[in-house]
Every structure is written in C-alpha cells, then in structure tokens.
C-alpha cells in the first residue's frame, strides 16, 4: 500500500484541484438554486463544509511533501499558499475584511502549481532519500 508519505504530492494535487473546481462551481451552484427557491441564501451545510475538508487534506498533504523536498523555497510556497488559503476561507466565514471572491483562486492555484513543480524535484522510493538544502 503506497502511504500518503510518498505521493503527498499527487494527494495535495487532487486536493488543490479539487479545491479550486469548488471554487469555481461554487457561484453556478448557487444561480441554480435561486431559480429552484427564491429563499434560499445559504449554502447547504455539506457543500460548506468541504472548504475545512480540503484545508484539513491539503495540510497533510503539504506536511508530507515538506518533509521530503529538496528545496527549502518550496516549503515556504506551500505554507505560504496553504496559509493564504486558510485566511481567506476563514475571513470568507467570518466577513472580517472585504476581500474579493475571486482572490481564492490564487492559493489554490499555488498549492497546485507548487505540488507539480516538487515533483520534480524528489521522487522517492524511500521515506528519506532527499537532502534538505
């Protein structure tokens, strides 16, 4: 059985693409409920729950890919995007600052991105074959 250790890239891939297709669909989903029921506001609570479901996969995914990168600027990127996407989630739920939707797109494209370019960088067979530096 292939451990989350070893493709912590592929998992942080499918679950920053998954991610930002949510984000994306999002907005239609929502179109469509308004000509379903005219009171209807609110998201189903399933639906907003995925947004800490893929927060929650996409940290272990980065923790993992952290672990076993050769380049220490990709751990910074990856926090960093995960880190952007965290706060603009949580300010999403919270309304703490007017930030336009469609800035979310931006760390879930880099979480994407980052996780692709670490690829190339360490692949594994074995949990510690890559130096740090």
Same mark, same amino acid.
């Given at each position: 059985?292939?451990?989350?250790?070893?493709?912590?890239?592929?998992?942080?891939?499918?679950?920053?693409?998954?991610?930002?297709?949510?984000?994306?669909?999002?907005?239609?989903?929502?179109?469509?409920?308004?000509?379903?029921?005219?009171?209807?506001?609110?998201?189903?609570?399933?639906?907003?729950?995925?947004?800490?479901?893929?927060?929650?996969?996409?940290?272990?995914?980065?923790?993992?890919?952290?672990?076993?990168?050769?380049?220490?600027?990709?751990? &910074?990127?990856?926090?960093? $995007?995960? #880190? %952007?996407? /965290? !706060?603009? *989630?949580? @300010?999403? +739920?919270?309304?703490?600052?007017?930030?336009?939707?469609? &800035?979310?797109?931006?760390? $879930?494209? #880099? %979480?994407? /991105? !980052?996780? *692709?370019? @670490?690829? +190339?960088?360490?692949?594994?067979?074995?949990?510690?074959?890559?130096?740090?530096?």
């Amino acid at each position: 059985m292939v451990s989350i250790k070893q493709k912590s890239d592929f998992f942080g891939v499918a679950a920053s693409s998954l991610c930002l297709i949510h984000c994306i669909v999002t907005p239609f989903l929502f179109i469509a409920q308004a000509h379903v029921t005219c009171c209807a506001a609110e998201a189903p609570d399933l639906w907003k729950s995925l947004d800490y479901a893929f927060l929650a996969i996409s940290f272990v995914a980065i923790y993992w890919s952290t672990k076993n990168t050769a380049k220490e600027w990709i751990k &910074f990127a990856l926090w960093i $995007s995960w #880190g %952007l996407l /965290f !706060f603009t *989630i949580f @300010n999403e +739920k919270t309304q703490w600052f007017a930030i336009p939707e469609y &800035f979310i797109y931006l760390p $879930s494209l #880099g %979480l994407v /991105f !980052f996780h *692709i370019y @670490n690829l +190339k960088f360490c692949k594994c067979k074995e949990d510690k074959c890559c130096s740090n530096g």
